[in-house]
């Protein structure tokens, strides 16, 4: 039950370190083995806390976006920063 558990609510968690070669098998049946340490931009925590900021602005804007009451096109071109001319 772990290990399915574990398979369903982390696949990003898992496909990222695959991807970074840190763990190699198969997630179904998960088989997963550790075959190398986590690469250092993985392990800076300036990086990561850097991060963090980003997706938190990245989730404050989308909020904002939903309880938008005005144009949310005029919105979408202020957040990318492009001229815009409504019709």
């Given at each position: 039950m772990a290990s399915q558990s574990l398979r369903h609510?982390?696949?990003a968690a898992l496909a990222m370190l695959d991807r970074y070669g840190v763990?190699?098998?198969s997630l179904s049946p998960l088989e997963?083995?550790?075959?190398a340490p986590?690469?250092?931009a993985l392990r800076d925590q300036s990086r990561l806390d850097d991060k963090l900021k980003?997706?938190?602005?990245?989730?404050?804007?989308?909020v904002q976006y939903v309880?938008?009451?005005g144009d949310r096109k005029?919105?979408?071109h202020e957040y990318f920063g492009l001229p815009y001319c409504p019709h």
């Open positions: 609510s982390h696949p763990i190699e098998g997963i083995e550790v075959i986590l690469p250092a980003r997706d938190q602005q990245k989730l404050y804007a989308l309880k938008h009451e005029a919105f979408i």
